[in-house]
Nanobody
């Protein structure tokens, strides 16, 4: 099991940037696909970006392509999400999680407390 602690959220104006970090503990981190998910107010949680454990391939939701970048540092057991050109619709609680592909979508296996990102217009 992986224990997760997200950080780096905050309040930013539209067009600004934030960098989220997710510190993970647990022996399975290095061979887990890791994802960032978000839950906007009043909506369901959705996948944002995933980085594979093997080869480092990445997946991005269409809504963030070209603006967000996911990366991982296996030695530090940390996953990052660099968010640029932020929009008000990016406002959400952001979570990282070990992820797997199922039923046509990325699904998180376990959750931390999340970090709030608020983008003002």
């Amino acid at each position: 099991q992986v224990h997760l602690v997200e950080s780096g959220g905050g309040l930013v104006q539209a067009g600004g940037s934030l960098r989220l970090s997710c510190d993970a503990s647990g022996r399975t981190f290095s061979w887990s696909d890791m994802g960032w998910f978000r839950q906007p107010p009043g909506k369901e949680r959705e996948s944002v970006a995933v980085v594979m454990w093997k080869g480092g391939n990445t997946y991005y939701a269409d809504s963030v392509k070209g603006r967000f970048t996911i990366a991982r540092d296996n030695a530090k057991q940390t996953v990052y999400l660099q968010m640029n050109s932020l929009k008000p619709e990016d406002t959400a609680v952001y979570y990282c999680a070990p992820a797997f592909w199922g039923s046509g979508r990325w699904i998180g296996k376990s959750w931390g407390q999340g970090t709030q990102v608020t983008v003002s217009s």
